[in-house]
């Protein structure tokens, strides 16, 4: 009865936790394609403090159509993230890489 009552509020702060974590900076609760294109037009991507948008140098992810198959793709990201874009680099998990994971293999035909 007791051991039970503390699973429950070990998962309850778990569960708090993982929220209070994974606080996405945009706003969103799960990644996805549609957030990852906002995120792609968006000028504050990485804390980044430039007029700059993913999509100044790839208008509507034209020439990334191939990029979703690359296993070093949320690296890439970052390198443009913190060079053009003069960003901090995205957590890998975070909400934010993972939209634009999606978004980015979304664009392959
Ligand atoms: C100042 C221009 C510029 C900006 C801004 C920029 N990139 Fe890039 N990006 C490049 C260049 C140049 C390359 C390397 C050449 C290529 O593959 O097009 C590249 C490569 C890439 C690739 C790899 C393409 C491949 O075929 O493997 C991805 C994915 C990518 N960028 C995503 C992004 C994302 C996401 C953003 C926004 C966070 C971004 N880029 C911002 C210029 C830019």
Do not use: W
């Not at 936790?17 to 000028?43: Q, R, Y």
């Not at 804390?47 to 793709?73: F, I, M, V």
């Not at 690296?75 to 060079?83: E, M, Q, S």
């Amino acid at each position: 009865m007791v051991a039970m009552k503390k699973k429950g509020s070990v998962a309850g702060m778990v569960l708090c936790l993982s929220i209070v974590v994974s606080g996405p900076v945009f706003g969103e609760k799960a990644p996805s394609a549609v957030h990852g294109k906002a995120l792609f037009n968006s000028t504050s991507l990485g804390g980044a403090a430039n007029t700059r948008t993913c999509n100044a140098c790839h208008p509507d992810g034209r020439g990334l159509e191939r990029a979703g198959g690359n296993p070093e793709l949320s690296r890439v990201i970052n390198t443009c993230i913190t060079g053009p874009l003069k960003g901090s680099k995205l957590e890998p998990g975070s909400i934010e890489m993972q939209s634009l994971l999606l978004y980015i293999k979304s664009l392959k035909q």
